[in-house]
Nanobody, 124 residues
Framework: QVQLVETGGGLVQAGGSLRLSCAAS????????MGWFRQAPGKEREFVAA????????DYADSVRGRFTISRDIVRNTVVLQMNSLKPEDTAIYYC?????????????????WGQGTQVTVSS
């Protein structure tokens, strides 16, 4: 059974940091792009960041570029989203995703596997 499990969400004050982790099990994602999406109440799910299967290429939404960093450990089958300088508008459920040919696409339907999500709340 393929699983993506996110951890690291929580409540933080504006300007603070959080580190989200996504652990994959059930298969290897060494040839898959990995990404993070988020969904705020009443809004559509939106792209946050992605990393290529080699780990050498990254892509960020304009709203998080310079504040968030995505990285992956191919051997450990994990991907991390380091979030700094958090803002209240970053409040959302954050989802980890994997897709075989997804890097370069910011569409959620390009990703084949999804985690259950972890809540991030940033207070002002």
């Amino acid at each position: 059974q393929v699983q993506l499990v996110e951890t690291g969400g929580g409540l933080v004050q504006a300007g603070g940091s959080l580190r989200l982790s996504c652990a994959a099990s059930g298969r290897t994602f060494s040839r898959h792009a990995m990404g993070w999406f988020r969904q705020a109440p009443g809004k559509e799910r939106e792209f946050v960041a992605a990393v290529s299967w080699t780990g050498s290429n990254t892509d960020y939404a304009d709203s998080v570029r310079g504040r968030f960093t995505i990285s992956r450990d191919i051997v450990r089958n994990t991907v991390v989203l380091q979030m700094n300088s958090l803002k209240p508008e970053d409040t959302a459920i954050y989802y980890c995703a994997a897709g075989a040919n997804a890097f370069g696409s910011r569409r959620s339907n390009a990703f084949d596997y999804w985690g259950q999500g972890t809540q991030v709340t940033v207070s002002s």
